[in-house]
């Protein structure tokens, strides 16, 4: 099972939750450009599971192995193939959710598009996990934009309906997870340094394109630029951002358009958010079927689990962005510095 997404950056992510392993090939990135490995193995750490008591007890050190691509640590232009071993694995947890599948989790669609053969531990493909690879790609794009002034930096703005104080919004998950269950929250992401006139109208708009990279993450359900669904409540005169010249450049005096207009880049912070839904393996009792015998069951999920996804997502939606970013780059011919 492979996933891909770009035009000219071509992201691929492969691989499984409970397989032996899951990586990315990227094809398009520039040749010339030095892997950070420290930076790397710190923007891979934020995401890995095991380190914290509010994320799943699940142990990975999630470091990649470059297979192709690289050379003495920096990229030759061919395509970049990059794997990361599944050591904690213990697919036996999800026997229970074979025929049963959880509510929320993509057990059920993928048994009616995939059958019954396919091996749905710990999620399969649709797994948390598969954040682990597009984190590899997204530290490569990410490290390649600052060193041409683009910034992408995100952090949650919002956990179980709690906004603003990190402690508070962690009492949130440490409180869903104390009850058995879940809760979801928002990310939000900014990038800084974002030329002005990248993109274009329709489907060429920049935020389709961050949108589409951004829903690749499992359990984003929602994703809004600027105001977003603010602005639905607004006044025009409220909602438009007025331009004005400071230094001798056209800026905006306030930025409700989050950085895009037109689907094209304004010059302005660009600015999302990204909306998580609580995560879908609860320890709470769920009604279920049992698809084999078609009748209706209780189901307790076993397994390790996040009780909530947000904290772990932030990289990977840092991750998606970048990707989407630097593949608008590329594609546009926008000259790009590797050094
Ligand atoms: C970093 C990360 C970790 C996740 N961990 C879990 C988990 O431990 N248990 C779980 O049920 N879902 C987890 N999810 C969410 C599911 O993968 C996701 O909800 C499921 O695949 C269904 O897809 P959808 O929510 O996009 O519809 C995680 C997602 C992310 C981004």
Redesign the pocket.
Known sequence: MKSSFGQTLRVTVWGQSHAPSVGTDIDGFPAGYRIDADALAEFMSR?A?GKDPLS?ARREDDIPEFLSGVENGVTTGGVIKAEIKNRDIRPSDYDNVKNVP?P???DYAARVKYGDGYDMAG?GP????M?APLCVAGALAIGLLSKNGISVHAKPVEIGGVAGDVDAMKEEIAKAKADGDSVGGVVECTVEGMPAGVGGPLFGGMEGLISSAV?A?????GIEFGAGFAAARMRGSENNDPFAVENGMVVTTKNDHGGILGGITSGAPLVFRAA??P???IAKEQDSVDLSTLENVKLT?K????PC?VL??VP?VEAACAIAILDALLTEGRILKTE
């Open positions: 995401r599971p799943t959880r929320g989790h993509a999620g649709f797994s948390g996990r954040t829903f993450i499992p359990a984003v359900k998580f839904k995560t879908p393996s999920v397994g390790r689990h996040d996804v772990r997502a990977a």
